[in-house]
T-cell receptor, first 115, second 110 residues
Framework: NAGVTQTPKFQVLKTGQSMTLQCAQD?????MSWYRQDPGMGLRLIHY???????DQGEVPNGYNVSRSTTEDFPLRLLSAAPSQTSVYFC??????????????FGPGTRLTVL | RKEVEQDPGPFNVPEGATVAFNCTYS??????FFWYRQDCRKEPKLLMS???SGNEDGRFTAQLNRASQYISLLIRDSKLSDSATYLC???????????FGKGTRLSVIA
């Protein structure tokens, strides 16, 4: 299994550009999520999904869109990039259901710089 | 009050030392608890789950105190390779998001 994969690893955007961060998992996990990590702020949840066709907002959703058309993929779209969106973005997945001790697996991250 | 709070550190300890981190959580309905480890510029990875009766994995011991709403992580005989950021994680039930603390940075010095 490849686990959770993210592309690209690095990206530089200009203010106002849009782009999509890709995330895929091959573990048949229903639950997927996106975080951003900034120095001193820890991991902050952007959006999450409990299954195909279902998404919900996290702590910091503004400026980001998500969709979940398949179990495997959970792309994150930046609509109009701003310097405040410079961050490291992590995608994660875990098996869902009533068992709350399921391990959450993270992708390797995308380092985004917005100029 | 933040949902999950940790002392950010850094904790600078010599090799072989014993070090302990605490983490407090505010949601009394929280069901499950974890410690994740994050190395510099890498993704977080599960270190260990924290069970009600406490649990041990080699040099690592995790404990849960539901009455006082805190969890702890004890590392014995610290190694240089233990240098990392340790994240406290709490979840209220299976399909809800994990809530992460900001992490405690540990540096083990030779």
């Amino acid at each position: 299994n490849a686990g959770v994969t993210q592309t690209p690893k690095f990206q530089v955007l200009k203010t106002g550009q849009s782009m999509t961060l890709q995330c895929a998992q091959d573990m048949n996990h229903e639950y997927m999520s996106w975080y951003r990590q900034d120095p001193g702020m820890g991991l902050r949840l952007i959006h999450y999904s409990v299954g195909a066709g279902i998404t919900d907002q996290g702590e910091v959703p503004n400026g980001y869109n998500v969709s979940r058309s398949t179990t495997e993929d959970f792309p994150l779209r930046l609509l109009s990039a701003a310097p405040s969106q410079t961050s490291v973005y992590f995608c994660a997945s875990k098996a869902s259901g009533a068992v709350s001790y399921n391990e959450q697996f993270f992708g390797p991250g995308t380092r985004l710089t917005v100029l | 009050r933040k949902e999950v709070e940790q002392d950010p550190g850094p904790f600078n300890v010599p090799e072989g030392a014993t070090v302990a981190f605490n983490c407090t959580y505010s949601n009394s309905a929280s069901q499950s608890f974890f410690w994740y480890r994050q190395d510099c510029r890498k993704e977080p990875k599960l270190l260990m789950s924290v069970y009600s009766s406490g649990n041990e994995d080699g040099r690592f011991t995790a404990q849960l105190n539901r009455a006082s709403q805190y969890i702890s992580l004890l590392i014995r005989d610290s190694k240089l390779s233990d240098s990392a950021t340790y994240l406290c994680v709490v979840i209220s039930r299976g399909n809800t998001p994990l809530v992460f603390g900001k992490g405690t940075r540990l540096s083990v010095i030779a």
